[in-house]
């Protein structure tokens, strides 16, 4: 069955550097809960819009990335890495987020485990999209 629900959305922001936070007011990861109280069933014979309350509310991890444009993706995981460059002969990162995982050994990891560099993986439910993305165009506006 599918559901249409009614929350409340928290958020926590993870600034990916510096320069994503002064790009756009809402440019960056995003991490929320989405706070489940009520829903309504979509194939309901009786009432398919009106949301009732939960037997047993839940909190759902949210996983949003707005880009410079402020297109919104609504992704299933993401690993923070990051890329090394030269600028005016000065070595350089820049952190980047990884959502193909046939990507990752492009890049080098932020963390150092047993001795190797390793990135942050940040994961969410599944949502029911597309099972070869990892990630959802969103319509609608960030803020």
């Not at 996983?63 to 690993?79: C, E, G, K, P, W």
Request: proline share 3%; hydrophobic share 45%; net charge positive.
């Amino acid at each position: 069955m599918r559901y249409k629900m009614k929350f409340l959305m928290t958020f926590l922001i993870f600034v990916c550097s510096v320069t994503t936070a002064i790009a756009g007011a809402y440019d960056g990861l995003w991490i929320g809960q989405i706070d489940i109280t009520k829903v309504s069933e979509a194939v309901s014979k009786t009432d398919a819009t009106t949301p009732s309350p939960v037997a047993n509310p839940f909190l759902l991890k949210i996983i949003l990335h707005v880009d410079a444009s402020n297109q919104i993706r609504l992704l299933r995981d993401v690993t923070i890495m990051q890329k090394r460059y030269k600028q005016n002969n000065v070595d350089m990162i820049r952190r980047v987020l990884v959502t193909d995982n046939n990507l990752i050994p492009n890049f080098e990891g932020v963390v150092r485990r047993d001795g190797a560099l390793v990135g942050i993986r940040l994961g969410s439910l599944a949502f029911d999209f597309d099972p070869t993305l990892n990630e959802f165009l969103v319509t609608g506006v960030f803020g």
